[in-house]
Nanobody
């Protein structure tokens, strides 16, 4: 299943953005979705996940600031990002198929694992 992220843009530090992840086809395609982000030269990092039960999980770096949610009627998953920091600047992707691996520093995914949309660029100016 390929999901398409949108909603990125330029925002000042401390500001907010809401990203959308749209799926085509069955609503079950958004039962388990992860938001990821990547900056040049770095691994693609898992930011937040939402699973079938509605349970959510977040990277330590975004806990308390980001919220992942789902609207099954619209076949869309959202990422509300508040209190943005310059270090949140990245291309953000959503994916329902990738299987992340976790280390002591966080969870990551191989960018060649599964099918990825183009992503949406978030730039936070300080």
């Amino acid at each position: 299943v390929q999901l398409q992220a949108s909603g990125g843009g330029l925002v000042q530090a401390g500001g907010s953005l809401k990203l959308s992840c749209a799926a085509s086809g069955s609503s079950s395609s958004i039962d388990n979705v992860g938001w990821y982000r990547q900056t040049p030269g770095k691994q693609r990092e898992l930011v937040a996940t939402i699973v079938t039960s509605g349970s959510t999980n977040y990277a330590d770096s975004v806990k308390g600031r980001f919220t992942i949610s789902r609207d099954s009627a619209k076949n869309t998953v959202y990422l509300q990002m508040n209190s943005l920091k310059s270090e949140d600047t990245a291309v953000y992707y959503c994916n329902a198929d990738a299987i992340p691996y976790c280390t002591g520093n966080g969870c990551y995914v191989d960018a060649t694992d599964g099918s990825w949309g183009q992503g949406t660029l978030v730039t936070v100016s300080s």
